[in-house]
């Protein structure tokens, strides 16, 4: 047993590495951007990347490597099932929708008379999003038919940059005002707009399609399930920010009298579509009842780390340490074992 890992600094291969240390488990460090990265893992029998969506070299060729090694046989994380609609909320849409999954109602277009012809006819406020971007990026409530128009002209003009530059110093002065971020980090935050980050830069602008989601009211926060291999969850509420609507990104966790519904619904989502790890982001209509706003394989841990226990497949809770990395690679040793 050997085990190659794509190593980022601040990502899941922090832990990844710790494990094999302490476990005697034999790995190597490679680097996936190497020409020969294939040949680099021809002696090992699994390869782990938690690969990103703000590097744009991981978003280049990190599913293409994987995919690839894992038609020949080598077991990866995340596989084909689990990573090959990561940070698309478009490609979430039709995953879910196939299944029957509780998504929040979305609606997408390809044709701008067609989503003109919508937006004249819909209730007020929407949900616009791109279908990339984490932790509140590219998202915005739409509150009239006129600004809808505004955003469809753009989607089928000339387009959404992925980096929103007044966005990205709106948050971190947001942050700074809640005491969340620093003076120097609102400055930061200012030099964005006139210096865009490297992966800004190569990334191609979005056009030609345009999404909405409801706008789904009385959400005081959303519910952050992770589940891992189908067999552990762990969940953790996000409140909204102050005078917003959108909770991913906030930093505001709580982990009390979490809907044991919405743990229900993530197993049985994860399970149908056969995940190693998914985090759903959740919230409850005006029932009560769970609905989806998206998936990702991928998560930040500085809430999720926090929580007090977690459930196994059979709802019964356990006090105790959330220890996600581990459970990625221990399911993974057992697949080669078998």
């Known amino acids: ?32 951007f190497d020409n020969n990265i294939i040949a680099q893992i021809q ?27 894992e038609h020949a046989g080598i ?72 600004q809808a128009i505004s955003l469809i002209n753009k989607a089928f003009g000339r ?19 809640k005491g969340k971020d620093t003076l120097l ?6 030099a964005r707009i006139f210096i865009i980050p490297e992966f800004a830069k190569y990334q191609p602008v979005e056009k030609g399609y345009i999404y909405f989601q409801e706008f789904i009211p009385n959400n005081d926060f959303d519910t952050r399930v992770v589940i891992i291999n189908g067999e552990v969850a762990a969940a953790e509420k996000r409140f909204v920010r102050k005078g917003d609507f959108r909770a991913s990104g906030s930093g505001l966790f709580d982990y009390e009298d979490i809907n044991i519904d919405l743990i229900k619904v993530a197993f049985d989502v994860a399970y149908k579509l056969d995940l190693q790890s998914v985090a759903f982001d959740f919230i409850l209509d005006k029932n009560k009842k769970p609905l989806i706003i998206e998936i990702s394989y991928g998560f930040g841990v500085t809430g999720i780390n926090n929580v ?4 196994d497949s059979n709802l019964k809770w356990h006090e105790g340490e959330f220890n996600p990395q581990e459970w990625m690679i221990e399911n993974l040793i057992k697949k080669v074992a078998k």
């Not at 050997?2 to 034999?26: G, P, Q, T, V």
């Not at 980090?185 to 200012?190: E, H, S």
């Open 185 to 190: 980090g609102v400055l930061k935050g200012f």
């Open 75 to 146: 077991k990866v994380f995340p596989d084909f099932k689990t990573g090959w609609h990561f940070d698309d909320k478009v490609a979430q849409k039709y995953l879910l929708e196939a299944i029957d999954a509780p998504l929040v109602p979305s609606y997408v277009f390809y044709d701008k008379q067609r989503a003109l012809d919508w937006a004249k006819q819909t209730e007020y406020p929407k949900v616009f999003k791109l279908k990339g971007g984490a932790g509140a990026a590219n998202v915005k409530l739409v509150k009239s038919y006129s």
């Open 308 to 311: 007090p226990g977690y459930w």
């Open 1 to 32: 047993m050997k085990i190659a890992i794509h190593h980022r600094e601040n990502s899941f291969s922090d832990k990844w590495i710790k494990y094999c240390e302490i476990n005697n488990i034999d790995y190597k460090i490679v680097n996936a």
């Open 43 to 69: 002696d090992c029998d699994v390869f782990m990347w938690h690969h990103h969506h703000s590097e744009f070299k991981d978003v280049l060729i990190a599913k293409k490597i994987l995919y690839s090694l």
């Open 159 to 177: 387009g959404f940059a992925q980096f929103d530059r007044i966005g990205y110093f709106n948050e971190r002065l947001s942050k700074y005002k």
